[in-house]
T-cell receptor
């Protein structure tokens, strides 16, 4: 079965702009989590969506938001971009039944803010 | 707050050497534990996971990990590494009953294997 698909793979944006990233989970998976990966901070949890509802949220400012559609695809949005938002953004797909079933990661979107 | 520590930032080994990567977590309750690997230019892949039962867990590609509850550790091992094991390795934890999807990751250990 197809894996987790993230688009686009690369993005370059200017400070102050906003950006939307997309994640399509494995077919049948209903949970999507988002992570930010940077060399300094490592992998940090942004939020998790299940059945179109945000179920959990990490410690990121309100500029970071997301949503999930009825087909389980998820988008995350970052408004008023800052240089420090440059990172690899990863999403992870899960059945929604809990961590026992594991998390499958996509290849990520590399965001560069200039 | 819960955290995960990976002791080594960068490990360099020759082929056929044995590998042990350390991972400690800070949480007093029951945890679910994972090791992920990220090969250059590729996505994170699950190597192995521990939920309960036998504390010695076997994963893919000859890797294994041992959960030692008293030491809050979950170290990754491989008896004989290959050049193809060059990658970055991440330990991750979810406290049992903790927030869904919120894997707490260590900072990662880069492994370089010399042919």
């Amino acid at each position: 079965k197809a894996g987790v698909t993230q688009t686009p793979r690369y993005l370059i944006k200017t400070r102050g702009q906003q950006v939307t990233l997309s994640c399509s989970p494995i077919s049948g998976h209903r949970s999507v989590s988002w992570y930010q990966q940077t060399p300094g901070q490592g992998l940090q949890f942004l939020f998790e969506y299940f059945s179109e509802t945000q179920r959990n949220k990490g410690n990121f400012p309100g500029r970071f938001s997301g949503r999930q559609f009825s087909n389980s695809r998820s988008e995350m949005n970052v408004s008023t971009l800052e240089l420090g938002d440059s990172a690899l953004y990863l999403c992870a797909s899960n059945t929604g039944g809990g961590s026992y079933y594991g998390y499958t990661f996509g290849s990520g979107t590399r965001l560069t803010v200039v | 707050a819960q955290s995960v520590s990976q002791h080594n930032h960068h490990v360099i080994l020759s082929e056929a050497a044995s590998l042990e990567l350390g991972c400690n977590y800070s949480y007093g309750g029951t945890v679910n534990l994972f090791w992920y690997v990220q090969y250059p230019g590729q996505h994170l892949q699950l190597l192995l996971k521990y939920f309960s039962g036998d504390p010695l867990v076997k994963g893919i590609k000859g890797f294994e990990a041992e959960f030692i509850k008293s030491k809050f550790s979950f170290n990754l091992r491989k008896p004989s590494v290959q050049w193809s094991d060059t990658a970055e390795y991440f330990c991750a934890v979810i406290p049992y009953g903790g927030s869904q999807g919120n894997l707490i990751f260590g900072k990662g250990t880069k492994l370089s294997v010399k042919p």
